[in-house]
């Protein structure tokens, strides 16, 4: 059973168009992140959602929104896509609010490529 | 914000040689966490370790929040453990996980 699962696993799109990555936890946790990954493989947090309320937006550009219709899933939809968007995005869950920063667990990433 | 810094940055190990990898922060943090990225991409928790010591076959990790720094010792290295591990702090002020920069190993035969 996968604990945290992203979807799609690769993405290929053209500059401007709009893309959505869905992500889904089963571990009945309260806490869901957005991380991007960059070609350094730098990991930094995009987003944080706390039983489905904004927490953390790491000024990200607006053209990021997420959307949290649960407290199982949050999905990252991305408009007019560019070519600095191109990174691997990873979902991650973890147990209690915000403040505790119980263990984390990550998706499987979703390698974004914007040609 | 809190700044976490990992060394060395880059090391190459023959299969069977032990090595321990650093992380300091900056700051005091409620949580600590060690990943290893294997080479297909996969974050894997290794431990969770806000403070003392833990062991799980033949890595070990020990956070000593006092003085802000987390060791990774990895015995008997073996190919499969090559990949990026990073170590990433949770402080309650920021309410996020902030990684380090990673330490790339390779294993060698």
């Known amino acids: 059973d996968t604990a945290v699962s992203q979807t799609p696993k690769y993405l290929v799109t053209q500059m401007g168009n709009d893309k959505s990555i869905k992500c889904e936890q089963n571990?009945?946790?309260?806490?869901m992140y957005w991380y991007k990954q960059d070609s350094k493989k730098f990991l930094k947090i995009m987003f944080s959602?706390?039983?489905?309320?904004?927490?953390i937006n790491e000024t990200v550009p607006n053209r990021f929104s997420p959307k949290s219709p649960d407290k199982a899933h949050l999905n990252l939809h991305i408009n007019s896509l560019e070519l600095g968007d191109s990174a691997v995005y990873f979902c991650?869950?973890?147990?209690?609010?915000?403040?505790?920063?119980?263990?984390?667990?990550f998706g499987q990433g979703t390698r974004l490529t914007v040609v | 914000g809190i700044q976490v810094e990992q060394s060395p940055p880059d090391l190459i190990l023959q299969e069977g040689a032990n090595s321990t990898l650093r992380c300091n922060f900056s700051?005091?943090?409620?949580?600590l966490q060690w990943f290893h990225q294997n080479p297909w991409g996969q974050l894997i928790n290794l431990f969770y370790?806000?403070?003392g010591t833990k062991q799980n076959g033949r890595l070990s990790a020990t956070t000593v929040a006092t003085e802000r720094y987390s060791l990774l010792y990895i015995s008997s290295s073996q190919t499969t453990d090559s990949g990026v591990y990073f170590c990433a702090v949770f402080t309650g002020t920021a309410s996020k996980l902030t990684f380090g920069t990673g330490t790339r190993l390779q294993v060698t035969l």
């Open positions: 700051d005091s943090v409620n949580n």
């Open positions: 991650a869950s973890s147990e209690g609010g915000a403040i505790l920063g119980t263990e984390a667990f």
């Open positions: 571990l009945g946790h309260d806490t």
């Open positions: 959602y706390n039983n489905k309320e904004l927490i």
């Open positions: 370790i806000p403070s």
